[in-house]
């Protein structure tokens, strides 16, 4: 075996070592690279008790009661399913009923998340007031129909 084919033999070993430990690495990962759980994915996958997950879906709409020092109780929905969640802290300037939200927690019971983190997402077409208001005094602003106002 000459040098270049030694040399190429390593690298093509190396290389295939190297693809190993990723293809390793991501299949470990898989469950932990999701952004969020839907509570039908919670339901579904039958999350056990006492695991930390991170919570996503929607305020479900007349769920959210507001008790002393700043607890805070209200249910996520994905549409299918609605998991009830605790929150003990200040709520983002966005967290409200209908609005996305992603909340970071223990999963307390089949039927009870308790939140350390709130967080509340907007949609993709959010855009500054002061930007907006500049769109409409130009003409430029389309409704959601896409027409312009």
Do not use: C
């Not at 190396?14 to 509570?39: E, K, T, Y």
């Not at 998340?113 to 130009?138: G, I, N, W």
Request: aromatic content about 6%.
């Amino acid at each position: 075996m000459t040098r270049k084919q030694r040399r190429l033999t390593l690298i093509g070993a190396s290389l295939g070592v190297l693809a190993l430990a990723g293809v390793l690495v991501l299949s470990a990962l898989r469950d932990s690279i999701v952004f969020f759980n839907s509570p039908t994915d919670v339901i579904e996958k039958k999350v056990q008790p006492g695991t930390r997950i991170r919570l996503g879906g929607l305020v479900k709409p007349g769920t959210v009661q507001k008790g002393e020092q700043l607890q805070v109780r209200f249910e996520v929905t994905d549409g299918n399913s609605a998991i009830p969640v605790t929150y003990q802290g200040i709520l983002p300037d966005l967290f409200r009923e209908g609005q996305g939200v992603v909340t970071e927690g223990v999963l307390v019971s089949a039927n009870l998340f308790r939140a350390d983190s709130v967080l509340a997402k907007h949609d993709e077409t959010y855009m500054p007031k002061e930007v907006a208001d500049a769109l409409k005094k130009q003409g430029h602003w389309k409704d959601e129909q896409g027409a312009k106002k």
